[in-house]
């Protein structure tokens, strides 16, 4: 599968962006999706995912940090993740990426388990 990620952007604190994923290739619904980010200097983070639990049902599953202000979901029949961020904030600034692993393999929060990533797009959140 292939992801290609967009809508970052410059936002003042407080303020919104959304993100989405497109993928094509293998069939989208057969992945589990997940958003990770990476600021200049640090490790690359989890920050929210979305997992295969029964047909059509899907389990959603945020860091700390910014749990209660972002939102993922996803339209399989657009092939394509959101990453809804309300009330951002200066260290929500990072590249971020969206990545695709097998439906219940691996942990859905460990950037390793994910085999497939996007090209990542910047975020950029002034105070």
């Known amino acids: 599968v292939q992801l290609q990620a967009f809508g970052g952007g410059l936002v003042q604190a407080g303020g919104s962006l959304r993100l989405s994923c497109a993928a094509s290739?293998?069939?989208?619904?057969?992945?589990?999706m997940g958003w990770f980010r990476q600021a200049l200097g640090k490790e690359r983070e989890f920050v929210a995912a979305?997992?295969?639990?029964?047909?059509?049902?899907?389990?959603?599953y945020y860091s700390d940090s910014v749990k209660g202000r972002f939102t993922i979901s996803r339209d399989n029949a657009k092939n394509t993740v959101y990453l809804q961020m309300n009330r951002l904030e200066p260290e929500d600034t990072a590249v971020y990426y969206c990545a695709a692993k097998s439906l219940r393999s691996g942990n859905y929060d460990q950037h390793r388990d994910y085999g497939y990533w996007g090209q990542g797009t910047q975020v950029t959140v002034s105070s």
């Open positions: 290739g293998r069939t989208f619904s057969s992945y589990d």
């Open positions: 979305i997992t295969w639990i029964a047909y059509n049902t899907y389990s959603t």
